[in-house]
C-alpha cells in the first residue's frame, strides 16, 4: 500500500509549524486535521462526526466533575491543613519540612489529580515556609515540583481519563488502581533523596507537636480527606461509576468546605465554577479536534509506519520500551501532556501491543513519562509556576532539580520493567 507523503505533510508538519507560529492547540490540531481532510477529500461531514464522537463518551462527564471537585478543595483550604498534617506525620525528621512537602502532594494529589494544582496551591504555602526556615530556594522548588507528579498518577487522575478515552474506553478503575504503587514509589524515592540532602546539608528538624494537637490536625485534615474514599470506594465497591462518584464527591467537597471548614463564600464559589467552565472549555476543544487528529493518523496509516521503522531497528521489548521512553521525555519537554496522551496514544499502544504490553501498564508508563515534562523546561508548566512562587529565575530552579530528575528516572525505569508493580493491586482487587 503506497504512502500518502503529502497528507502526512500537511497533517504533521501543519500541526508542527501552526505550533511554532504559537497557534493554540486546539486550532493547531483543527486546522491541520482540516486541510488533510480537504487533501484526501473526505467529506467534511465526516470530519464533524469524528468531533462528536470524541465526547459521544460516559466517561468523559468524570472530566468536568473532577476538575470541579480539585477547584473546590483548592479554594476551600483543604492544602493547608494536608500540609499540616503532612508536618504531624513527619516533621519530626531532619529536613522535616522537604519530607512534609512531599507527604502533603501525595495526599494533596488524590484529591485535586493535577500537579499544576498541587504546585500552586501547597507551594505558595510551603515554598516560602521552607525558604523562611532556611532551605536554598531553588530546593525548595525543586521538592515542591517533583512531588507534584505524583498527583497525576494517584486517582483521581484528570490525565487518566484522558488515556482511557484515547485507548478506546479502558476501564477507569482499573488505571485508577494501577497509578497507586508507581506513585507511592515515586514519593518514597524523594524522600529517599531528600533524608540523604538533609544530613549532606544539614536542614533543620521540624517542629514537634503534642499528642492532642496531632490528633486535632489529623481531624481536621480527615474530613477532607474522606473526599478520595468516596471517589476511589465508591467506584472499587461498585456503588459508584467513575463519572457518579466525582458526581457525589463534588457535593460532599461543597458542603464540607461551605458548612464545616466555611471557607468559601458565595464570590468563591461562583469564581470557581468560571474557572473550571474555562478549563473545561479548553480540554473540550483539545478532546474534539485530537480525535479527528487521530482518525487521520489512522487512516493515513502513521502508527503503522512508525512500528515499522522501530521493529526495523529492534523487535527486542526492552529496545522498544527505551525508545518510547526517549521520545516520550522528549516530547513532554515540548508540549503539553493532556494533548500528547490523546495524541500519541493512538499511535504508540498499537506498537507496545506487539510486543506484549498490557494496555494498562502502558498507560501508567506514559503518565508519569510525561508527568516528568511538566518538571523540565522549556514547558513545564508545574516548574514555571513553582518558579514564579520563589520569584526565582528558571536556572536557578533548574540546577537544583539533578538529583530529582535521576530519582523520577529510577523510578521510570522501574515501572517500565516490571509490570507487576502496576498490575498486581488491579489484579487483587478484581
Same mark, same amino acid.
Given at each position: 500500500?503506497?504512502?500518502?507523503?503529502? $497528507?502526512?505533510?500537511?497533517?504533521?508538519?501543519?500541526?508542527?509549524?501552526?505550533?511554532?507560529?504559537?497557534?493554540?492547540?486546539?486550532?493547531?490540531?483543527?486546522?491541520?486535521?482540516?486541510?488533510?481532510?480537504?487533501?484526501?477529500?473526505?467529506?467534511?461531514?465526516?470530519?464533524?462526526?469524528?468531533?462528536?464522537?470524541?465526547?459521544?463518551?460516559?466517561?468523559?462527564?468524570?472530566?468536568?466533575?473532577?476538575?470541579?471537585?480539585?477547584?473546590?478543595?483548592?479554594?476551600?483550604?483543604?492544602?493547608?491543613?494536608?500540609?499540616?498534617?503532612?508536618?504531624? *506525620?513527619?516533621?519530626?525528621?531532619?529536613? @522535616?519540612?522537604?519530607?512534609?512537602?512531599?507527604?502533603?502532594?501525595?495526599?494533596?494529589?488524590?484529591?485535586? $489529580?493535577?500537579?499544576?494544582?498541587?504546585?500552586?496551591?501547597?507551594?505558595?504555602?510551603?515554598?516560602?515556609?521552607?525558604?523562611?526556615? @532556611?532551605?536554598?530556594?531553588?530546593?525548595?522548588?525543586?521538592?515542591?515540583?517533583?512531588?507534584?507528579?505524583? $498527583?497525576?498518577?494517584?486517582?483521581?487522575?484528570?490525565?487518566? +481519563?484522558?488515556?482511557?478515552?484515547?485507548? @478506546?474506553?479502558?476501564?477507569?478503575?482499573?488505571?485508577?488502581?494501577?497509578?497507586?504503587?508507581?506513585?507511592?514509589?515515586? @514519593?518514597?524515592?524523594?524522600?529517599?533523596?531528600?533524608?540523604?540532602?538533609?544530613?549532606?546539608?544539614?536542614?533543620?528538624?521540624?517542629?514537634?507537636?503534642?499528642?492532642?494537637?496531632?490528633?486535632?490536625?489529623?481531624?481536621?485534615?480527615?474530613?477532607?480527606?474522606?473526599?478520595?474514599?468516596?471517589?476511589?470506594?465508591?467506584?472499587?465497591?461498585?456503588?459508584?461509576?467513575?463519572?457518579?462518584?466525582?458526581?457525589?464527591?463534588?457535593?460532599?467537597?461543597?458542603?464540607?468546605? =461551605?458548612?464545616?471548614?466555611?471557607? *468559601?463564600?458565595?464570590?468563591?464559589?461562583?469564581?470557581?465554577?468560571?474557572?473550571?467552565?474555562?478549563?473545561?472549555?479548553?480540554?473540550?476543544?483539545?478532546?474534539?479536534?485530537?480525535?479527528?487528529?487521530?482518525?487521520?493518523?489512522?487512516? *493515513?496509516? +502513521?502508527?503503522?509506519?512508525?512500528?515499522?521503522? +522501530?521493529?526495523?531497528?529492534?523487535?527486542?521489548?526492552?529496545?522498544?520500551?527505551?525508545?518510547?521512553?526517549?521520545?516520550?521525555?522528549?516530547?513532554?519537554?515540548?508540549?503539553?501532556?493532556?494533548?500528547?496522551?490523546?495524541? *500519541?496514544?493512538?499511535?504508540? =499502544?498499537?506498537?507496545?501491543?506487539?510486543?506484549?504490553?498490557?494496555?494498562?501498564?502502558?498507560?501508567?508508563?506514559?503518565?508519569?513519562?510525561?508527568?516528568?515534562?511538566?518538571?523540565?523546561?522549556?514547558?513545564?508548566?508545574?516548574?514555571?509556576?513553582?518558579?514564579?512562587?520563589?520569584?526565582?529565575? =528558571?536556572?536557578?530552579?533548574?540546577?537544583?532539580?539533578?538529583?530529582?530528575?535521576?530519582?523520577?528516572?529510577?523510578?521510570?525505569?522501574?515501572?517500565?520493567?516490571?509490570?507487576?508493580?502496576?498490575?498486581?493491586?488491579?489484579?487483587?482487587?478484581?
Amino acid at each position: 500500500m503506497s504512502v500518502d507523503w503529502i $497528507g502526512i505533510t500537511l497533517l504533521l508538519g501543519g500541526f508542527l509549524g501552526l505550533m511554532l507560529l504559537r497557534v493554540p492547540i486546539a486550532f493547531a490540531l483543527g486546522l491541520a486535521s482540516l486541510a488533510t481532510a480537504l487533501h484526501l477529500n473526505l467529506p467534511l461531514l465526516l470530519v464533524a462526526q469524528r468531533m462528536i464522537n470524541g465526547l459521544n463518551s460516559f466517561t468523559f462527564l468524570a472530566v468536568p466533575f473532577f476538575i470541579l471537585v480539585g477547584n473546590i478543595m483548592t479554594e476551600g483550604g483543604i492544602s493547608d491543613r494536608l500540609v499540616r498534617l503532612a508536618d504531624v *506525620l513527619v516533621g519530626r525528621l531532619r529536613g @522535616g519540612l522537604a519530607h512534609g512537602n512531599v507527604v502533603a502532594s501525595t495526599m494533596f494529589g488524590g484529591i485535586s $489529580g493535577s500537579s499544576v494544582a498541587d504546585v500552586a496551591s501547597i507551594g505558595s504555602f510551603l515554598i516560602p515556609a521552607m525558604r523562611k526556615a @532556611g532551605y536554598p530556594a531553588g530546593y525548595s522548588v525543586a521538592v515542591t515540583v517533583t512531588s507534584s507528579v505524583q $498527583g497525576v498518577l494517584i486517582p483521581p487522575s484528570q490525565n487518566m +481519563i484522558f488515556y482511557a478515552l484515547a485507548a @478506546g474506553g479502558l476501564p477507569i478503575s482499573t488505571l485508577f488502581l494501577a497509578g497507586y504503587i508507581p506513585g507511592l514509589m515515586l @514519593g518514597i524515592a524523594l524522600m529517599v533523596l531528600c533524608a540523604v540532602m538533609a544530613k549532606r546539608h544539614n536542614h533543620p528538624l521540624g517542629a514537634r507537636y503534642t499528642l492532642n494537637e496531632g490528633l486535632r490536625v489529623v481531624a481536621d485534615a480527615a474530613i477532607g480527606l474522606f473526599t478520595i474514599v468516596i471517589i476511589i470506594g465508591g467506584i472499587l465497591s461498585g456503588v459508584f461509576t467513575a463519572t457518579e462518584s466525582a458526581a457525589v464527591a463534588v457535593v460532599y467537597a461543597l458542603l464540607v468546605t =461551605l458548612f464545616w471548614y466555611r471557607s *468559601l463564600s458565595r464570590a468563591a464559589v461562583a469564581r470557581i465554577f468560571s474557572t473550571t467552565l474555562t478549563t473545561l472549555a479548553m480540554v473540550t476543544a483539545i478532546i474534539m479536534t485530537s480525535s479527528v487528529f487521530g482518525f487521520l493518523l489512522s487512516y *493515513l496509516r +502513521i502508527p503503522a509506519l512508525l512500528a515499522e521503522g +522501530i521493529f526495523l531497528i529492534s523487535e527486542n521489548k526492552i529496545f522498544v520500551l527505551m525508545a518510547i521512553n526517549i521520545l516520550l521525555l522528549i516530547l513532554g519537554m515540548l508540549m503539553d501532556m493532556g494533548v500528547l496522551i490523546l495524541l *500519541l496514544t493512538p499511535i504508540l =499502544l498499537p506498537i507496545v501491543s506487539k510486543v506484549g504490553v498490557d494496555p494498562i501498564h502502558f498507560g501508567v508508563m506514559m503518565i508519569l513519562n510525561l508527568g516528568i515534562g511538566l518538571c523540565t523546561p522549556p514547558v513545564g508548566t508545574s516548574l514555571l509556576v513553582g518558579s514564579g512562587i520563589a520569584r526565582i529565575r =528558571l536556572g536557578s530552579a533548574i540546577g537544583s532539580m539533578w538529583g530529582f530528575y535521576i530519582a523520577m528516572i529510577v523510578v521510570l525505569l522501574l515501572v517500565t520493567y516490571f509490570p507487576a508493580l502496576t498490575l498486581t493491586l488491579p489484579a487483587l482487587m478484581n
